[in-house]
């Protein structure tokens, strides 16, 4: 036995059937995305302070290791913002930007 729709009556199931999986969509997403916690000024400076220090013991390491010195060489200034190795001077943004586009250094020397 076949049930026979009308077109008007297909399109209005079509209809419910694409507005209820838009609904479905929507609380999906917002359930994933709605809640997130709130972090502390405390807890954002603590975090920055310790990705600082990561930076500085990364830089230090990969500036021993591209210009052969021993890592004691290496001296953070921080009056100036930078790094002193055997006299000569380097800024710690610029250094800091060649580290990032180091991808053999960290493929090679990173985690060992």
């Known amino acids: 036995m076949y049930i026979i729709f009308g077109e008007?009556?297909?399109m209005?199931?079509?209809t419910i059937?694409?507005?209820g999986l838009f609904l479905l969509i929507l609380v999906c997403s917002a359930s994933t995305f709605g809640c997130k916690k709130?972090?502390?000024p405390e807890e954002k400076l603590a975090l920055?302070?310790?990705k600082s220090a990561t930076s500085n013991e990364n830089l230090t390491k990969f500036l021993?290791?591209?210009l052969g010195v021993k890592p004691e060489e290496v001296i953070l200034n921080s009056n100036t913002d930078g790094f002193v190795v055997r006299g000569l001077k380097f800024n710690?943004?610029?250094?800091?930007k060649v580290y990032n586009s180091a991808n053999e250094y960290k493929l090679n020397f990173e985690n060992k």
């Open 64 to 66: 021993s290791v591209t």
């Open 92 to 96: 710690k943004d610029s250094i800091e």
């Open 8 to 10: 008007k009556t297909i």
């Open 38 to 40: 709130q972090s502390s």
């Open 12 to 14: 209005k199931l079509k």
């Open 17 to 19: 059937y694409l507005t």
């Open 48 to 50: 920055a302070t310790a």
